[in-house]
């Protein structure tokens, strides 16, 4: 019988590819501005709410990220570096990423996830680090996009498991 936890993951993941397998239909009926390719630097201040006993948290994940236009979606590719303070314990994150996102007008929803090294010095602990993000971008301008997204982060055999929610901030080059 599968527990709770296996069973959230599981409609996680499921509700994860439905988006977007529904986004990739949608994506000939409305596209950002202008077809694009280029770098870009993402930006995420995060908040996490206190749960089983944990206090507040919070972090920023800078990203730097290489975006190609292809048929109304842009695939990225980036590296992602990220410092949170998260169930009263402060863990570091290193990882390379990926990013689908489907233009509709001047929204960007996307799906992006990472895999990675992380580490948490109070504990002297490293193991493998995940992320998966759902969000959406509202483009500004073509430089200046601002959005908001939520992430589910942890280090594998740890305590340093977490979701969070954030602001998005995207400059690009």
Do not use: C
Not at 78 to 95: E, K, P, S
Not at 105 to 113: C, D, I, Q
Request: proline content about 5%.
């Amino acid at each position: 019988m599968r527990s709770r936890h296996s069973i959230a993951r599981f409609r996680f993941g499921l509700f994860g590819s439905a988006l977007a397998v529904a986004l990739l239909l949608i994506a000939k009926q409305g596209r950002a501005a202008d077809d694009y390719s280029g770098w870009s630097l993402n930006f995420t201040p995060v908040l996490m709410g206190p749960r089983d006993g944990y206090g507040w948290g919070g972090g920023v994940d800078p990203e730097v990220k290489y975006t190609i236009e292809r048929d109304g979606a842009r695939l990225s590719a980036g590296l992602r570096v990220g410092g949170y303070y998260a169930n009263d314990l402060f863990g570091i994150m290193v990882m390379p990423t990926l990013r689908i996102t489907v233009p509709v007008g001047r929204l960007e929803p996307y799906a992006a996830f990472g895999m990675g090294y992380g580490w948490i010095p109070e504990q002297d602990a490293e193991d493998i680090a995940t992320m998966s993000r759902l969000g959406v971008v509202f483009r500004v301008n073509q430089r200046l996009g601002i959005g908001l997204e939520g992430t589910l982060q942890k280090i594998e055999r740890s305590e340093f498991r977490f979701p969070s929610l954030g602001s998005a901030v995207t400059f690009d080059f």
